[in-house]
């Protein structure tokens, strides 16, 4: 297992790059499941879990090929079992439930459990498949999947779910008849799910609203897509210099994705500005101070940038507030931060952060992907050195992370644990 050495105190200067988005990379790979021709997907992301989808979807009866961020998928003949190994890695594997039943009417899924943030259940998926005339088993920790043919409906989910939109967008497209999504995810990665979908010959509108419509079609045809940007690896990026007290630009950036998190960061005293070559993140001549946060799904402030800006929040000046309004576990990062000397009280969904002049290098532990990123940014901020063990969970969702830091800057280096 490897860790990351900080040496914290340097300033990031530079232009740093965004890859490819994990979280649309995921559900257009699992969406080559619907497909009966092959396909190209570039600027995908090289990171552990969509490695972890490529095996999957190799199990599933879909071939495909990575090179140089570009997958080529094979249609081929599906087999429905996604194992618990390759499971129980990735939450994310949930979504090959959708397009199997779309395909070949039977699906056995294990089932997720819980993780660090939360016990992020499933039940929307299934009440939404449910709807369209799936039925449900649980066997031996498996869902059990099964239907004749999906047919349109109208789902209004109970709650905003990225990973349930998703999952019914992919059965809709080639179910019979209209299948209309209510109280439907927002958030940018479906919009680049849906418009995937359509170019491969979906019928979808309102994507990017609360109401996605979705008129199934015989088949879908494979094609060539360009996945979009990863808007929290760029948002991780302009806290960086924030907190370093740093210039970057930062190439690729989803700016109008990002605008609650600019918005934010802009209350804080950055100074963002949006050019032909990227966004340029600046720290204001007079530093951080302290702010408030809610997270919310979007256009609201990403769950996924919560960990990030509470580590801009610890060296800010003055008293900051987060709210987890997403997941009912997601302060892991808390008391980690708090080793570095970081001021925080926590109180069920809230955080009080009261910025200290600096933080001290010290070995954390990372508990998953935002929280590792978070004290990343701590320990570029800290004055000494900082060890980020458990790094792994931070090689899920971002790519080369040290090697980009520190191009701009930075001195971390990969060591063993
Ligand atoms: C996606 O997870 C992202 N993952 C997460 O990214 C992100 O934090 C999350 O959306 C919220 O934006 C991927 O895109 C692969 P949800 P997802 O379904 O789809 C509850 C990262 O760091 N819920 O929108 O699993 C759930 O428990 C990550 O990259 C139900 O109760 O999230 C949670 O509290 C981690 N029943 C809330 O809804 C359901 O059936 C939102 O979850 C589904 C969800």
Known sequence: MDK????????????????????????????????????????????????????????????????NHTVRSEPGELIPEAPYDLVRTMRASVLCLGPLLARIGLARVALP??????????????????????????????????????????????MV??????????????ADGETILENAACEPEIVDLANFLVACGADISGQGTSVIRVRGVPSLSGTSYAVMPDRIEAGTFLAAAGITGGRLLVKNCPYDELKAVIAKLEEMGMS???????????CGQLGLSGTEVETRPYPGFPTDMQAQIMALMTVAKGASVVEERIF???????????????????????????????????PVMASDLRA??????????????????????????YECIENKLNAVGACIRRAEQ
Not at 141 to 149: A, F, Q, T
Not at 161 to 174: F, I, K, R, W
Not at 345 to 353: D, F, I, Q, Y
């Open 161 to 174: 779910t990225v990973g349930g939109t998703e999952n019914l967008l992919m059965a809709a497209v080639l």
């Open 372 to 397: 590792s990123a978070s004290l990343v940014l701590a320990g570029l901020a800290a004055r000494g050195t900082t060890e980020v063990r458990r790094i792994y969970h931070l090689d899920r969702g």
């Open 272 to 282: 963002i500005t949006h050019h032909p070559g990227g966004v340029l993140a600046e």
């Open 113 to 158: 459990g819980g993780c660090a943030i939360g016990a992020r259940p499933v039940d929307q998926h299934l009440k939404g498949l449910e709807l369209m005339g799936a039925h449900f088993d649980l066997e031996g920790g498996n869902i059990l999947g099964s239907c004749e043919k999906l047919t349109g409906a109208r789902i209004v989910f109970d």
């Open 4 to 67: 990351l050495v900080i040496e914290g105190g340097r300033t990031l200067n530079g232009e740093i790059a965004v890859s490819g988005s994990k979280n649309a990379a995921l559900p257009i790979l699992f969406a080559s499941i619907l497909l009966d021709s092959p396909c190209t997907f570039s600027n995908v992301p090289d990171l552990r879990d969509i490695h972890t989808t490529l095996k999957l979807l190799h199990l599933l009866g879909v071939p495909c090929t990575y090179e």
């Open 328 to 362: 009912e576990n997601r302060f892991m990062h808390v008391l980690e931060l708090m080793r570095m000397g970081a001021r925080i009280k926590v109180s069920g969904h809230t955080a009080m952060v009261h910025g200290v002049p600096t933080l001290t290098g010290a």
